[in-house]
């Protein structure tokens, strides 16, 4: 009787501390992806300090050639669209374009390689 009271013990330490563990790396998982970064950056695209927002109202308003055009499929979203936009910021010590203004203002970028 008591090898099986043993063995219960063992089973339900296991389980509290696989449990545990999960629940630490849901937690740390969840905080990784919910992290946003806040984009300040200075680029050759006219703008000493830039934000979504000095993006949008300032240069989402491109006609023709290259620039940031409003995005005709989602309100509130600009993109930079033609053969040469002038999108090039540097972040982090290396040179990224910025490819959109979201809707909820985050900024998406790609580096330059």
């Known amino acids: 009787m008591r090898r099986r009271g043993k063995k219960n013990s063992n089973q339900i ?8 563990s999960l629940l630490c790396i849901l937690t740390v998982g969840y905080a ?7 984009l300040s950056a200075r680029g050759n695209i006219g703008s000493k300090e830039l934000t979504p927002n000095k993006l949008k109202g ?28 002038d999108n090039y910021i540097t972040f982090n010590n290396e040179l990224w374009r910025i490819m959109s203004v ?10 330059n390689e």
Not at 13 to 20: A, E, G, I, P, V
Not at 62 to 84: F, M, N, P, V
């Open 58 to 85: 300032k240069y989402c308003n491109t006609a023709s050639g290259d620039g940031l055009y409003a995005d005709t499929h989602e309100e509130g979203r600009c993109i930079y669209k033609g053969e040469s936009p």
């Open 32 to 38: 990784a992806f919910s992290t946003n970064l806040n």
């Open 102 to 111: 979201e809707s909820d203002n985050t900024i998406k970028i790609i580096r």
């Open 13 to 20: 330490k296991f389980m509290l501390f696989t449990s545990l």
